[in-house]
């Protein structure tokens, strides 16, 4: 696949190229480059880029009295090895630091904001009017380590939601908040954080498993 030209909306804040460094969270690969703010394609356009960047003052209000972001994110990435059935075995997954209560904010989901067709597992939709994704295969956060909860436990924790960071249109990941599947309990200390990817990403899969029988 040829490599999407890019350029960042705060260069600074690239792991490379940066005259700031910053600390690379434990487990991190190497060669995903780590960001701390959103890069966007050069191919979005001038009515994508406004979407992006338009400032969205209810959205805003509303979450203003909760939501505090915290500088470093309390979460950790870990291998895992535990014997079992988990999906994910000898994968990463995304663990809670310290207690996080319902409808707690989390962190960002961060990567490349893009227009184009994708077929990468990590391309998380933000308008699917306006076909943008947030695309974290090659460059993002913590959040691209968050694993569906389907083989892992019987409903998610967490889920995404759209907030507003000044005049840029992010994805979050919240805890959930009382009331839906996870009962207000929030998230304990040492648990794995996990969202519902969405049918569209298992009829997705499966598109692409069919394919590749067809092609045996």
Not at 27 to 34: A, G, V
Not at 93 to 108: E, Q
Request: hydrophobic share 30%; proline share 7%.
């Amino acid at each position: 696949m040829k490599r999407r030209e890019i350029k960042s909306a705060r260069g600074k804040d690239r792991q490379s190229g940066s005259s700031a460094q910053h600390v690379m969270p434990k487990n991190w690969p190497p060669e995903i480059t780590y960001l701390r703010s959103p890069v966007y394609s050069n191919k979005l356009t001038s009515s994508e880029l406004s979407y992006l960047r338009a400032t969205d003052p209810s959205m805003e209000q509303a979450q203003a009295a909760t939501l505090i972001t915290p500088r470093t994110p309390p979460v950790k990435i870990c291998l895992i090895t535990s014997p079992g059935n988990h999906p994910a075995l000898h994968q990463h997954g995304l663990f809670a630091t310290r207690y996080l209560p319902p409808g707690s904010f989390i962190l960002d989901y961060l990567g490349l904001y893009h227009s184009e067709p994708s077929i990468s597992d990590y391309d998380l939709s933000l308008s699917r009017d306006l076909g943008i994704g947030i695309d974290a295969a090659a460059m993002g956060n913590e959040g691209r380590f968050i694993n569906d909860y389907r083989g892992i436990r019987d409903g998610p924790n967490a889920e995404f939601r759209e907030r507003m960071v000044g005049s840029e249109r992010r994805m979050g990941v919240w805890v959930l908040p009382v009331g839906k599947s996870g009962r207000g309990k929030g998230v304990g200390k040492g648990e794995e954080i996990c969202v519902s990817y969405g049918k569209g990403f298992w009829k997705g899969r499966e598109k692409e498993a069919k394919a590749d029988g067809d092609c045996e």
